[in-house]
């Protein structure tokens, strides 16, 4: 069992990587301590809380609760990833920093990904809808209120 | 030309590495030769330690060391006593602080026994399971009241009753105001507060370097210089050679400052015996165990009112559960008892706590900090007593309210600092009179019947509190102006998402004239400052900073007298601004302030005896005693009667807390307040078995609010200045959270008619379970 590895190729932020990895490692811990990707958080390791949120293929997923083998051949999608190569912010990161969506952030790269995802399939979302799709995602700082904002005014300034 | 930034809702400097991923967190910290730690916990409440056996673990391949208490040697000790009990006669005290890891008994589930060491975390938690304990279980103590009957079980053998702590404290003279009173109400409250939880959990990185003789400590904790202090002592060196630094925090709320907490303690001494850094990160199971929480407390209470609602007196006998350990001595218990009082006048009070050892973890304060639990004392008692009495429960409270002339008010009282419960200043009832416009009281009696014509049970709740923030003892700050003309501060406190890089920029920019975006904020290296207490009480705005402020202030003179020497011109014709010292009257005459450090660090010449060189200073700021703020929170429920199902149509808080430096960031602070404040209210119940186990130890069953639980709240503020420090700041970090229980409590009644059904709601928190087994049994104790 302790010599069970497999080599995995796989992109991030579309950036291609390989690796070497015992079947039972976590996503998470390959994306933060293999690759140094260190902007995914990791909250409960139970799949609850949402801060380790990735985008497998443009999907939501909980890098906790899946093995770095089974990202083998997908695209996955990081925090580090969200703003552009000269940073920029994306919409949702500038309307975070603009509606004080965040206190010690360390839930915010979950939301930022959950909610990139949202945005990406709900144009003009009620706030019914936003607090639906972020009520997977828990926050103990911020109440939510700047956040539902924060993703509203996103989707306002997506729409031009 | 800069703006005001004072008082402004400015944006936050720290926001940008969050927001990309570039923040530093205690797990992102990687070293070379990096080896990860896992412990061994009790999985018993209560037990006698017969044998432990790391053999078979050591045999594991990857696993580097296994530690035990024996292996400690006379590093092994006592925990500190972060908290002496106050000096007043008759408490008493019983010291039992925790220990690293434990040696004879066992005495909470979680309790660590073994510290393992592994090439990887993976490795470590396999050992775990290698190791063989043999432990002899004893009968838990988890009830408070059975806790203190004849023939319990003791949580500490050498004490002869699971008595940690016992203090009276009183004025007036309750007997002879109940005597004369029109009716006295007597009633028992259960509160339950939860465990913070923040989304981080805790962790320690140590890196010893043999060659520099330097301990490195990542933290996350909101005590660094404590930390740092504390562990020179124990592993003998000197604090300079020991360097804590408390890097982006994922969330504290009070349990991250814990002195220490055994993994604090351990991994640096491991580090130094293997001279490899080591790290460990607390899972969330952990952390239902390992981090500390608040838990209940039971109020027998009494209040003495006239006929017309004005209170006489109040008396108050109430048990704390402590835990298994008393490090932070009576803290919490004293705060439930001071902040009881409110923002009333209470002539005679007579309140007795006992704090009781269990086998359960150890309680420190949480965001309120004991606080909630008097707040849901008293305003239970008043809305009790409106009813009895037949006054509107605003009245009552009005009627009530320290006259805005009565201040400096002193409530002849001991408070947690050990300063005198005095209220520095305030004006109650426009608070509450902005509270009812915003909610709506005036019309709701209507609006409630409207909605019952439909069979809709809407009800209302208004809650009034104070809340003792910015307690000393000190903080400092440094201020610095570079060469680039940009500002650094430094600051020994740490940061857990306050805003203070932005908030202490805003401060300092206010002085100096410069932009917030130009000023870098440290907090929490003890190597870039070295004095401090923490991040507690709601006091890092108050107190460190009114030391950034006094520092600014200081560089702004130096940057003054050093531009009038320049120029050859009275400092009075020079003026600050824009990055710039100009001369008024003369355009086109300036020099920034980067050069004017340049200046004050010549290349050549002298720098005059009696002078320093840098265009920098380092102030400290000491408020004799804290600055009280208060507020009403008001709430409108929906509740179906079947199901129990609570539905929040609408929140409104109005607060006082001084001078606002940042209304965006304050408002976020009363956010997340008051969204603890719901869980707390709700949902958040520790469900312990008789025998001390954690029934609900995971995020999927201990449940905490999302964003569907969460209502819009409506914020609004007065000021009233503190007179204890020049900026006229308070605190605000607790107040959100504070009074929701009887809000919550009181909205449902009044939506239920439960009062005239002769049924109280005297407990929090309220499930719908738990209101379905309430309403069922006629609000007894079920």
Redesign the interface.
Known sequence: MDNDFHDIALTVNGTAYNGRVESRLLLSDFLRHDLGLAGTHVGCEHGVCGACTVLLDGEPVRSCLMLAVQANTHAVSTIEGLASPIGDYSPLQQAMHDHHGLQCGYCTPGILMTMTAFLDEHASPSEDEVREALSGNLCRCTGYQNIVDAVLAAADKMRG | MSTRSFGQPV??N??????????L?V??V?LPGLLHVAFLRSQVAHARIVNIDVSRALQR?GVIAAYTADDLGTYWRHGPLLVPPPPISGAIFHERTHVPLAKDKVRHVGEPLVMVIAES??IAEDALDDIDVELEQLPAVVDLERALAPGSALVHDDLDSNISAHLRQSKGDYATAAAKAHRVLRRRFLYEHGI??????RGVVAQWDARASQMTIWDTTQAPVFVRNGLAAMLGLNERNVRVIAP????G?GPKIMMFYPEEVLLPWASMRLNRPLKWIE??LEHFFATTHERGQIHDAEIAVAADGRILGIKDVFLHDGGAYDPYGLTVPINSQCTLLGPYVVPAYDSTFTQVFTNLPIVTPYRGAGRQHGVFVIERLLDLAAHELGIDRAEIRRINLIPPDAFPYNNEIIYQDFAPLSYDSGNYEPVLDMALDAIGYAGFKQQQAAALAQGRHIGIGLACYVEGTGIGPYEGAKVQVQSNGKVSIATGIGT????HFTVFAQIAAEQLGVEVTDIDVVTGDTDQFYWGAGTFASRGAVVAGNAVNEAAKVVRQKALKLAGELFECSEDDLVLKGGKVSITGVPGKFITLGDLAGHANPMRGAVKPGSEPGLEATQYFGPPSGATANGVHAIIVEVDPRTFDVNILKYVVVHDCGTVINP??L??QI??????GIGNAFFEKLAWDDQGQLLNA???DYL?P???D?P??ELSHTVTPSPLNPMGIKGAGEA?AIPVGPLFAQAIEDALGLLAQGIELREIPLSPSRLYELTRNGGERG
């Open positions: 944006k936050r720290e926001d940008r590495k969050l927001l990309t991923g570039q923040a967190f797990d992102d990687e391949r975390r993976y913070s939880s923040p989304i981080e959990t982006f925090v994922g969330g709320f899972d969330r857990q998402g306050q805003g965006m960031i408002a976020g956010h997340g307040g008051v969204a603890q995971s995020l999927a905490l999302t964003s569907l969460v819009r709240m959100g």
